[in-house]
Every structure is written in structure tokens, then in C-alpha cells.
Nanobody, 122 residues
């Protein structure tokens, strides 16, 4: 069974940085598409960044130049480095995995972690 566990969330002031991690187990990690999503209260879940099996990345326009997604196939971990954080980045952040389809649509992913909260104060 695929399991994803996020960590690294917390509270930070605007302009600060956080690094989120997602530990994966239960599947052949290197063959999966991976992504980070976020959901703020009252808003739909949105794709933040994705990475395919070859290491190609995609980012939401709102985070381009500030966030970096990376994967370590040997350690079966996914990371999201978040710099220059803004109050509008405040949300619950989720990692997601799927074998067949990647990208930034939540409908493409079958497996989800429980989320880690990121709060950015002004």
C-alpha cells in the first residue's frame, strides 16, 4: 500500500523560507509522478509543483521563481523548497503520487498524504 507522509510545515514571517518533505513507502517510487498541492480554507485544492519520472518539473505561476520541487529516488523522498514566502502561500500542503498521469491537476493523482500546515504572517 502506498503511503505518503509530509513534514516540515510551520509558521514563518513573510519573506522567509520553509522546506517541506514527503516520505514515501510501499511502492516503486522512481516510477511514479509526484506533486505538491495546497488548499487554503474555503478554496479548492490547487497544484503547486510537479515532477515526473525523468525529473522534469512544472510550477504554478504563483510560485514560479520562489518554490523548487525535487525528488530523491534513492531515499524515496519528495521535497518542496519554498523561498520568499507570502501570506497568500498560507495553506495545508499535500504531496501526491500516481503511476500513470502527472501534472498539476488533483484528479490525476490517486495517492495522497495527510498534509502539513504552512502559515505565513505579514
Amino acid at each position: 500500500q502506498v503511503q505518503l507522509v509530509e513534514s516540515g510545515g510551520g509558521s514563518v514571517q513573510a519573506g522567509g523560507s520553509l522546506r517541506l518533505s514527503c516520505a514515501a513507502s510501499g511502492y516503486s517510487y522512481s516510477g511514479y509522478f509526484l506533486a505538491w498541492f495546497r488548499q487554503a480554507p474555503g478554496k479548492e485544492r490547487e497544484g503547486v509543483a510537479s515532477i515526473d519520472t525523468a525529473g522534469n518539473t512544472r510550477y504554478a505561476d504563483s510560485v514560479k521563481g520562489r518554490f523548487t520541487i525535487s525528488r530523491d529516488n534513492a531515499k524515496t523522498t519528495l521535497a518542496l523548497q519554498m523561498n520568499s514566502l507570502k501570506p497568500e502561500d498560507t495553506a495545508m500542503y499535500f504531496c501526491a503520487a500516481d503511476y500513470y498521469i502527472g501534472g498539476l491537476s488533483s484528479r490525476a493523482y490517486k495517492y495522497w498524504g495527510q498534509g502539513t500546515q504552512v502559515t505565513v504572517s505579514s
